[in-house]
C-alpha cells in the first residue's frame, strides 16, 4: 500500500458542514472556531514533524521522535478542541506508527477531555515546554488580553499558556469585547482562609473603584465556597473598566493571599477564533500599535 500524501488525510477529517447540528446555534459556533483554530494551528505543527512523509514506501513506518506538546483547555468550547485533535490522531495513527502526541491538561475536567478523546496525557513537570496551548475565554480584547477563570481552572490555565510557544483562544462571539471587564467580573484565585483579608486589601488598593467582591459559591451542588482543583477559593471582583490590563493584574497580584488573577495580559496569544451563530468564525490576530 503507497503512503497517502499528508493533504490527503487532511481531507479524510470531517468537514464541519457536514457534521450533524448540534442542540444549539451557540454550540454550533463553538466547534466551528475550535476546529477551524486545531485545524490551523496543529495540523502545520505535524506537517512540520514528518517532512520525509513523502519518501515513506510502507505504512506505519514512521514515528514522530520529538514529542509534540499540546495543551488542552477548560470550559465548554475547549471540549470541541480536543474532540478535532482525537479524530485528526485517529486519521492520521492509520499511517504513522506514533504520532507522539502529548497532552497537557489544566484541571480535572480537561483531564478527562484528553482521556476520554484518546489522547495521551502528560504532565507540565515532565514535558515543561508546549507547541501550542488552546483554550476558552470569558472576555476577549482586540489586544488578545483576556479574563479567564469562568470554570474556576485559571491558575492552572496560565501555568499552561505561559509555557506554550503560543496560546489560542477558542470562543463564541459573545467574549468578544472592546476592554476587559466589559460584562464580567475578574475571577481571582485565593488561599481559602484569606478571603476577609484579601477583601481588606483590595479595599485598600482599590477604594471606591472596588464595586464588587464575592467569594464563588458552590451552591446548589454543595453548600459553600468554590474549592479550585489546587484547594483554594474563587472570588469574583469588579474594579470598573481593565483598560491597563497588565497594571491591574499587578496591583491584585501584590496582594498577600492571592495566588493568581483571572486577568491574562496578552505575552504569547497568537490568534483567537470567535465562533458566530451564522456559521462564520472570525479570526483575530493581535492589533500591533
Ligand atoms: O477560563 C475558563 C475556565 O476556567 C474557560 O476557558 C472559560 O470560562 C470559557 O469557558 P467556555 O468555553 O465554557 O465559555
Not at 497580584?253 to 492571592?258: D, P, R
Request: glycine letters at 6%; one cysteine or more.
Amino acid at each position: 500500500m503507497s503512503v497517502p500524501s499528508i493533504e490527503s488525510l487532511e481531507a479524510q477529517l470531517s468537514q464541519v458542514s457536514d457534521l450533524e447540528s448540534l442542540a444549539s446555534p451557540l454550540e454550533n459556533a463553538k466547534r466551528l472556531a475550535s476546529y477551524k483554530a486545531m485545524d490551523e494551528h496543529f495540523l502545520p505543527l505535524l506537517a512540520s514533524k514528518i517532512p520525509e512523509w513523502s519518501k515513506l514506501s510502507t505504512i506505519a513506518e514512521f514515528s514522530v521522535v520529538e514529542p509534540l506538546v499540546i495543551g488542552i483547555g477548560s470550559g465548554s468550547t475547549v471540549v470541541y478542541a480536543a474532540e478535532r485533535l482525537g479524530e485528526i490522531k485517529r486519521v492520521f495513527s492509520q499511517y504513522i506508527n506514533d504520532l507522539n502526541l502529548i497532552c497537557i491538561a489544566t484541571g480535572f475536567q480537561s483531564e478527562n477531555l484528553i482521556l476520554s478523546n484518546n489522547l495521551r496525557l502528560g504532565t507540565l513537570a515532565y514535558y515543561p515546554k508546549l507547541a501550542v496551548a488552546f483554550d476558552g475565554a470569558d472576555e476577549c480584547d482586540p489586544q488578545l488580553n483576556c479574563i479567564k477563570g469562568g470554570g474556576a481552572c485559571l491558575l492552572q490555565e496560565k501555568l499552561i499558556a505561559l509555557s506554550a510557544d503560543k496560546f489560542i483562544v477558542v470562543a463564541d462571539d459573545r467574549k468578544k469585547v472592546p476592554y476587559l471587564s466589559y460584562s464580567w467580573k475578574i475571577p481571582i484565585e485565593v488561599v481559602n482562609n484569606a478571603p476577609t483579608f484579601v477583601e481588606n486589601q483590595l479595599k485598600k488598593e482599590f477604594g471606591d473603584d472596588l464595586k464588587e467582591c464575592d467569594i464563588r459559591e458552590s451552591m446548589p451542588k454543595k453548600a459553600g465556597a468554590v474549592v479550585t482543583d489546587n484547594f483554594n477559593c474563587i472570588m469574583d471582583i469588579n474594579v470598573g473598566p481593565v483598560h491597563n490590563v497588565k497594571d491591574v493584574h499587578q496591583r491584585l497580584k501584590q496582594i498577600t493571599g492571592i495566588v493568581e488573577t483571572g486577568l491574562f495580559p496578552n505575552v504569547n496569544c497568537a490568534a483567537a477564533y470567535f465562533g458566530n451563530s451564522d456559521g462564520s468564525v472570525e479570526k483575530i490576530v493581535p492589533q500591533t500599535e
